[in-house]
């Protein structure tokens, strides 16, 4: 579906839609970004899943999934540097 609609098509309503849409997109995008940093660049100790899954609303493998390599790597970029080297997966 188009959010761009002809000017006989707008329809208040659906734009409003649209755009909630986009701001949930955004909300969860921002979200994976903070958790991945609290996951991936906190030092020595990232932030724990359970606490992460707390505050998300997820599970935690819900969260331990939640962000990619790119997103990390978005991150890292974001903030001038890498990330911490994961020793394990739990947490």
């Known amino acids: 579906m188009r959010e761009e609609h002809e000017?006989?098509?707008w329809d208040p309503l659906l734009s409003e839609i649209f755009a909630a849409r986009?701001?949930?997109r955004a909300a969860e995008?921002?979200?994976?970004t903070l958790v991945?940093?609290?996951r991936e660049f906190i030092k020595p100790h990232p932030y724990q899943l359970?606490?992460?899954?707390?505050?998300?609303?997820m599970s935690i493998s819900g969260t331990r999934s939640s962000y990619t390599v790119d997103e990390v790597a978005a991150v890292a970029r974001r903030i001038g540097r890498q990330p911490r080297f994961r020793t394990d997966?739990?947490?």
Do not use: I, L, S, V
């Open 7 to 9: 000017k006989d098509d």
């Open 22 to 24: 986009r701001e949930m």
């Open 29 to 32: 995008e921002r979200m994976r």
């Open 36 to 38: 991945a940093y609290g």
């Open 50 to 57: 359970k606490q992460m899954a707390e505050a998300t609303g």
């Open 89 to 91: 997966e739990t947490g």
